[in-house]
């Protein structure tokens, strides 16, 4: 019987996924075909199945990997002894994907697949629901330790960052001149100064 | 010879864009007819005409009248007596118009015709200039009253702004729960203190 590593396979599941999301992101989704992704991974076609069954699953598995990294971030942060640092390095890392060379192309498949394709648009949902509710966890416990304002209410407060993280996203992807994350110190200083109570900022 | 009242003309101009927008939002650009926009109008198809040439030029002039709408009121606030409340009043009536109810329809329009069509996408992006540009001049102008820190990078905070505005648009059309314009207070207090200098942060 055959062993699979499991670093080894999810390493590889990784690596079609990058290969992937770069063909999808310079060709488009309906001009790819899993020969090109195969291509672009180094892997034959028989060894792609493997992993995946179709480039639709494929496209899907981008996202779905997606979720699950920031939610294991946001699992981390929300017993990280510093809620608010982080909360800042929540919000850095999903700014630092706006690094992507090929960002406005995968950002226009996204949203074509998610007009045509309602899993797809639900599975969005969900990971966007992942992220408030992840973020609300961690302000409130910013809150309770005192760390910034306990009158800002912590759904509200989750959504305005969620404005910041994903208009960086749009204005990286419209503005090659503008790089969101090299300009993190920015993000840093509108995340903190909007949620520091007064009592603080004049501290 | 018939005249024609500059501002009767002007206004009946507008109230075809509004409704032309509502039957682009709601049907898809794609799928809706002039026929629909008379309708939706309540004029006679030679009367339309009068106004626009075809479909595509409504489409146009929709983001032309948006885009002129911005600008003129970046002018006034670029030699209003306060600056930084100025510029507040033009992020205010930005985000005001994620109010509109057809907004994620008429946004994926936007995007799907940026890019079928260059000479659109090259508008909406001279209008994302003028935006940054007009925003930068009224930067300037809150520094040199000492109404903000001078030492940030007004292309920078200009850029943050838009952050700010396009972020709005993204996650109320995303979440219908999210009612940025209503939450306006929670704009302004972004803003402001992202601006503000240390010193005042500490008055």
């Known amino acids: 019987m055959r062993t699979v590593d499991p670093a080894k396979h ?8 990058t290969a992937a999301a770069e063909c999808f992101a310079t060709k488009g989704f309906q001009n ?5 992704i195969c291509a672009a991974a180094g892997m034959s076609s028989g060894n792609l199945f493997h992993y995946f069954a179709s480039k ?5 598995a981008i996202f ?11 699992e981390q942060a929300a017993t990280a002894d510093n809620a608010l640092e982080a909360l800042l390095g929540f919000a850095e890392f999903m700014v630092a994907q706006t690094e ?6 995968l950002m226009l498949e996204v949203i ?9 648009a639900a599975l969005l ?30 759904v509200t407060a989750a959504n305005w960052i969620l404005v910041l993280i994903e208009g960086a996203f749009v204005r990286a992807s419209a503005d090659s001149g503008f ?9 840093r200083r509108m995340i903190t100064r909007f949620l520091a109570a007064e009592a603080d900022r004049q501290a």
């Open 32 to 36: 790819t075909r899993t020969a090109d």
């Open 64 to 74: 779905e990997q997606d979720g699950h990294d920031n939610a294991a971030l946001l």
């Open 179 to 187: 790089q969101p994350y090299r300009d993190k110190a920015m993000l």
């Open 112 to 120: 074509a697949n998610a007009k045509l394709d309602a899993d797809f």
């Open 10 to 17: 999810e390493a590889r599941r990784r690596h079609i996924l």
């Open 125 to 154: 949902d969900r990971n966007d629901r992942e992220n408030r509710d992840g973020l609300i966890t961690v302000l409130k416990r910013a809150a309770a330790a005192g760390q910034i304002d306990p009158a800002l209410d912590p």
């Open 100 to 105: 992507y060379p090929h960002l406005a192309g």
């Open 56 to 60: 639709q699953a494929i496209f899907t």
